[in-house]
């Protein structure tokens, strides 16, 4: 079972993306974050820390909250717009030590990204994306003919997933791969 939340590929598998700032908020500071996560509360809970952008900066939270449907964030000692506007476009991450594993069986959008999907043990493309629907995820494959298919990520059709081996088996079913 996919766990409800976005978090997105990472080349440096030590970080996971949890956030995009998409501007600033006010002259204190603040900046407004468009959150890849539903773990808002345990992601930018005060005190904990963030990294923001390639290089992985440190950044301590100070406090959140939530305005018209996004998040603020007010990082400790830098409570001037001028000191944070720098950061806007940046991608916000969290330490992958800092963050409770999941339970078995269970997989960061992460950790499916990337894997090859197999069908009766025939390769036949690649997940580049998962997808969050209103009742279930969806895994975007990409085939090897260049098509991109979307798969339900249910028991129904997901039959295994490796990480170890980059593998996930799909069940055959017509009109589906």
């Known amino acids: 079972m996919v766990k409800t939340s976005y978090f997105f590929y990472n080349l440096d598998m030590d970080y996971i993306e949890i956030g995009k700032i998409i501007n600033t908020f006010g002259i204190k500071g603040e900046l407004k974050i468009e959150s ?5 509360e345990e992601r930018f809970k005060r005190d904990s820390f963030i990294y923001i952008g390639r290089t992985y900066e440190k950044f301590q939270i100070r406090s ?15 409570e001037d717009i001028n000191l944070v506007e ?28 990337g894997l090859n999907v197999y069908v009766d043990d025939n390769l036949c493309g690649r997940i580049k994306d998962v997808e969050e629907g209103l009742r279930y995820n969806y895994l975007r494959v990409l085939k090897d003919n260049g098509e991109e298919v979307l798969v339900p990520y249910l028991p129904v059709f997901v039959k295994n997933v490796e990480l170890n081996d980059k593998r996930i088996d799909i069940i055959k079913m017509d009109g589906l791969l």
Request: proline share 2%.
């Open 86 to 113: 720098k950061y806007k476009g940046q991608l916000i991450y969290k330490a992958k030590e800092d963050i409770k594993p999941l339970e078995n069986g269970e997989y960061y959008f992460s950790d499916l990204r």
């Open 36 to 40: 890849h996560t539903d773990f808002v």
């Open 64 to 78: 959140y909250r939530i305005h018209q449907g996004f998040l603020l964030i007010k990082l400790c000692d830098y």
